[in-house]
């Protein structure tokens, strides 16, 4: 790791925390600020595919956020899916064949569902529980019909980011 490579890193990592604590203090940016701090974990996987500076950054920040972050919703919520989730896409994609990608990366992510759906009952918000065989399944079909559209619109971030960014 290089000193450029360091650099980097800590200012994306700085970067991230500071959208997680805005998350954390303003109310209704708490998810875009989750997801705009997920995209960070990315960036050193856009060019020469730096997989430990991803992962070093998205243990960092996840340390950082739970000390820092005044609604530990966000914290949770950068540390379960939107920090790891891109780092997650990088290794699927690079790794399993075309077809299962997209059961894979749904399996990740409904087991990420089932985690913060316990987190949020038992834990942050009992009054959040929902009764019901179908309004289970709705809410269920609705997160994983966003998860796909959040994962399709940060492939062509992810595009976007490497047409644009100048080169290492």
């Known amino acids: ?11 994306l990592a700085a ?11 303003a109310t209704y940016v708490g998810v875009a600020a989750c997801v705009a701090a997920g995209v960070t974990s ?3 996987l856009l060019r020469r595919a730096r997989l430990r500076t991803a992962v070093m950054l ?14 530990k919703v966000v914290a ?3 540390v379960l899916f939107c920090g790891l989730y891109p780092i997650i896409k990088y290794l699927v994609e690079g790794r399993v064949p075309l077809r299962l ?12 569902l089932v985690v913060f759906g316990v987190l949020a009952i038992w834990v942050f918000f009992p009054q959040l529980a929902i009764t019901g065989l179908f309004r289970v399944v709705a809410v269920w079909a609705a997160a994983d019909i966003a998860f796909i559209i959040y994962d399709v619109a940060l492939s062509r971030l992810i595009a976007l980011l490497r047409a644009s960014l100048p080169p290492d």
Not at 1 to 11: D, Y
Not at 58 to 71: D, F, G, I, M, Q
């Open 42 to 44: 990315a960036v050193p």
């Open 58 to 71: 998205y243990v960092t920040v996840s340390v950082l956020s739970a000390l820092l972050v005044p609604r």
């Open 101 to 112: 990608q997209l059961g894979v990366k749904l399996a990740y992510f409904n087991i990420v």
């Open 76 to 78: 949770v919520a950068y």
């Open 15 to 25: 970067a991230a925390v500071a959208l997680l604590y805005v998350g954390g203090t």
């Open 1 to 11: 790791m290089g000193a450029r490579e360091i650099a980097r890193g800590g200012l």
